[in-house]
């Protein structure tokens, strides 16, 4: 088993950053591919971020490239997600998870487990 706690989120003014922060205990002596996703209100579960097990390659969705970074921490199996230029279309429940199949992939059905989220609110 893997627990994964998020960490960061809150409410911030449109044109803001915030932070997130992800931690993995457990079953933690691989290192692991991760990922972030988010569900706003209403909406499916989608894809934001994703990161190698290295760090070496990453993968963004378009709605965030060039706004949100996603970064390995230096504890293993920690993530980072710093997300500038909020807008109000990114306020949703902010989610991490493991791929332990290794795999660098954007569907979250390849993910095996999650953190509980934290809850982002960009404000107009």
């Known amino acids: 088993q893997v627990q994964l706690v998020e960490s960061g989120g809150g409410l911030v003014q449109a044109g803001g950053s915030l932070r997130l922060s992800c931690a993995a205990s457990?079953?933690?002596?691989?290192?692991?591919?991760m990922g972030w996703f988010r569900q706003a209100p209403g909406k499916e579960r989608e894809f934001v971020a994703a990161i190698s097990r290295t760090g070496g390659s990453t993968y963004y969705a378009d709605s965030v490239k060039g706004r949100f970074t996603i970064s390995r921490g230096n504890a293993e199996n920690t993530v980072y997600l710093q997300m500038n230029s909020l807008k109000p279309e990114d306020t949703a429940v902010y989610y991490c998870a493991v791929d332990t199949d290794m795999t660098l992939t954007k569907r979250s059905s390849d993910y095996d487990y999650w953190g509980q989220g934290t809850q982002v609110t960009v404000s107009s």
């Open positions: 457990g079953r933690t002596s691989r290192i692991y591919p």
